[in-house]
């Protein structure tokens, strides 16, 4: 997993290419530092394409569990994120920001020996799994909310 702690702040990287088990092992990550006085934690979702129910609720169980009701900001989420994000009732809890050097840098790794045809490839690539997932996942509804009990 990528993260790094500073101070009472944990920042965790969500990676494009992810293991089936992926939000699992960072649910277990995260409630690794329960107790230890984590007032924010930021998730770093510039490359991020997709995300699916069942991450989102491993990750909010997992900010339930650390006990001090931490301050959830997702940082360069995908507007399309943001939306399902807001439709299940979690835009009130999560906090979400735009960082552009991170935005610039990413971009700059990732695609710098590409041609234009090959990015707008991958931007209609990544358009259309968002679609697709909205699409599939549109009925999804979660009540948790940070801090309440089941």
Do not use: W
Request: with cysteine; charged share 30%; aromatic share 6%.
């Amino acid at each position: 997993m990528l993260t790094e702690r500073n101070g009472s702040t944990l920042t965790v990287v969500l990676s494009r290419e992810r293991p089936q088990n992926y939000f699992a092992l960072l649910s277990e990550e995260l409630v690794s530092y329960k107790g230890q006085g984590i007032k924010k934690i930021i998730f770093d979702a510039t490359e991020l394409m997709y995300l699916k129910g069942e991450g989102v609720s491993h990750v909010v169980s997992a900010c339930r569990e650390m006990g001090s009701k931490p301050e959830v900001v997702f940082v360069n989420c995908p507007q399309e994120i943001q939306d399902m994000l807001g439709r299940v009732g979690l835009g009130t809890i999560i906090k979400f920001e735009t960082n552009q050097e991170i935005i610039d840098s990413v971009r700059e790794k990732r695609f710098h020996n590409l041609k234009e045809e090959a990015i707008q490839k991958i931007n209609e690539r990544r358009h259309k799994l968002l679609e697709d997932f909205a699409a599939k996942n549109d009925v999804v509804c979660y009540t948790m909310r940070l801090g309440q009990d089941e």
